[in-house]
């Protein structure tokens, strides 16, 4: 788990955290006891002051995204929404029962393809384009970009469409990040 991400919260720590079957930490272990990787103690530092926010922060930013999820659901340029907690989720049911909230990231494929999802990530104002996401701030992901080595085949093959878009929901109030969406999709119109 990236734990620089999600559980440290704030983009200022290198963390990394292994969970798992005990041949899992035992094959991880070995490789840390010859690499000598470790947190530095202000990287350790800052993943506890992290975790102290944790529920509150993932809480607010779910909420964000299902309201976020729900607009997107019914936005003409949108030609589908991936969010576990929308009805419409082929695993929705399973989501309810194993989780208490639907996650931070929304996925949606935009109608106008390439052009739509380039257009869009580059029109946001508060989102920002990033590769990795996680953190306090919404950030945004053309994932057909950043393997536009693949053929269209080999995306297509791997659940990569053209419009698709990753939007990891920040702690921005969910008014402003709705607007910036819908300057950014109005964008993709004209």
């Not at 995204?65 to 340029?77: M, T």
């Amino acid at each position: 788990h990236a734990a620089t991400k999600g559980i440290a919260g704030h983009n200022d720590a290198l963390l990394g955290a292994i969970a798992g079957g005990r041949d899992v930490v035992e094959a991880v272990w070995a490789w840390h006891a010859v690499m000598g990787a470790q947190a530095s103690p202000f990287d350790a530092w800052n993943g506890i002051r992290g975790i102290r926010t944790l529920p509150a922060r993932v809480r607010q930013q779910c909420e964000t995204a299902l309201r976020l999820a729900e607009f997107l659901e019914g936005h003409d340029a949108v030609a589908a929404v991936s969010y576990p907690w929308l009805p419409s989720h082929p695993q929705h049911d399973l989501a309810r029962r194993q989780m208490r909230a639907g996650g931070v990231v929304v996925a949606f494929e935009l109608a106008g393809a390439m052009a739509a999802g380039r257009t869009f990530c580059e029109s946001l104002r508060i989102a920002r384009l990033a590769l990795s996401l996680g953190g306090p701030e919404s950030l945004v992901s053309h994932p057909a970009t950043i393997v536009a080595h693949l053929t269209p085949g080999e995306r297509a093959e791997l659940g990569i469409g053209d419009g698709l878009v990753r939007l990891s929901v920040g702690l921005e109030h969910v008014d402003d990040l709705r607007a910036d969406i819908e300057q950014a999709l109005a964008a993709c119109a004209s």
